[in-house]
Structure formats: structure tokens, C-alpha cells
């Protein structure tokens, strides 16, 4: 019940209040935020920063470590794991369907969908930089970098720097 009242309280006004860093409220939007997700998510862990606008479903199976965060107007999906000191940008997506396209007999609206995700692993110190797209289930390994607009379509070994549509190795950290 408790958390019913939480997430009703979160779509219903604290997805609204002003983003973390702007002058004198941010700070108490941000706190707002925090305190209903550590009632809505599976585990929330310290000094996490919820972003406006942020949407996750109805939270079942979110797990968010320590100083890691939400960007603005991010969508991340039930069953995803975030690790300690994830910064994610704004607008990043994760697609969990796509929609049938194999007969050419039938308009692709009226084929119906596919799930694709299973779960999303982001594992600890992780950039995810704006408009990321994060395509099915993936584990997004220790130290890696998904460069601005990247399309993650597969995943990447430690330390990754990731960019470009589809999602490309551009370097290693190490």
C-alpha cells in the first residue's frame, strides 16, 4: 500500500518538480524524489539522484546503487540493475519491444509485438551520456563510457568507450 501511495505520489506531482541542480529547489525536489523511490524501487541506495521527469514503470525490480541517478526525462524498465556511481544524461531510453514485421501480407501495425528485454545491467562507474539507446537485455560492464546518441545493440568488454548507431567499440579505458 505504501508503495502504491509512492509511485501515485511520484507520477502525480514529483516527476514534475524542478530538475536537481536549478537554484533553491532542486534540492528539495531532489530529496522528494529519493524518499519515494527508496519506497517504490526493490533497493535505492544512498544519495541517489532522481531526475524530473524520469519514468520507470511501476519500479518492481529496480535496483539503484549508491551516488548513481536517473537523467531527466530518462524510461528504464522493471527488472533493470544499476550499479554504484552510474551517471546517466538526459533522454536515454531502453526498448524493451519492437513490432513483428515478417509478413508482407499484413501492415506491420497489425502483426503485433515482440518483448525483447529480459533484464538491463549496469554494472558500477558507468557514463551513459544523452539520448543513449539501449536496445534488449544488456550488461553494460565496470568503467564503461556509451557515448552521446549511441545505439547499444550488443554488449562491450570493461572499460569500453561505446559510440555511434549501431553501438561501436571506440577505444578501450585501459
Not at 79 to 90: A, C, H, S
Not at 145 to 156: D, E, Q
Request: hydrophobic share 35%; charged share 20%; with cysteine.
Amino acid at each position: 500500500m505504501k508503495r502504491t501511495i509512492c509511485l501515485i505520489i511520484y507520477y502525480g506531482l514529483a516527476r514534475f518538480l524542478p530538475k536537481s541542480n536549478y537554484p533553491y529547489l532542486g534540492k528539495y525536489a531532489k530529496y522528494f524524489r529519493y524518499i519515494l523511490c527508496k519506497n517504490i524501487f526493490e533497493y535505492c541506495g544512498e544519495n541517489v539522484n532522481i531526475q524530473r521527469m524520469a519514468f520507470f514503470g511501476s519500479g518492481k525490480k529496480i535496483r539503484i546503487g549508491d551516488f548513481s541517478g536517473l537523467g531527466i526525462n530518462c524510461r528504464i524498465h522493471d527488472n533493470t540493475i544499476i550499479g554504484e556511481n552510474v551517471l546517466m544524461g538526459p533522454n536515454c531510453y531502453m526498448m524493451a519491444n519492437t513490432h513483428l514485421f515478417d509478413s508482407i501480407n499484413i501492415p506491420m501495425r497489425n502483426q503485433g509485438r515482440k518483448k525483447l528485454q529480459d533484464q538491463v545491467i549496469f554494472e558500477d562507474d558507468i557514463w551513459i551520456g544523452r539520448d543513449v539507446m539501449i536496445i534488449g537485455s544488456k550488461k553494460i560492464k565496470t568503467g564503461s563510457i556509451l557515448g552521446a546518441r549511441c545505439v547499444l545493440t550488443k554488449n562491450f568488454p570493461e572499460y569500453s568507450i561505446i559510440g555511434g548507431n549501431p553501438g561501436k567499440l571506440i577505444r578501450n579505458r585501459k
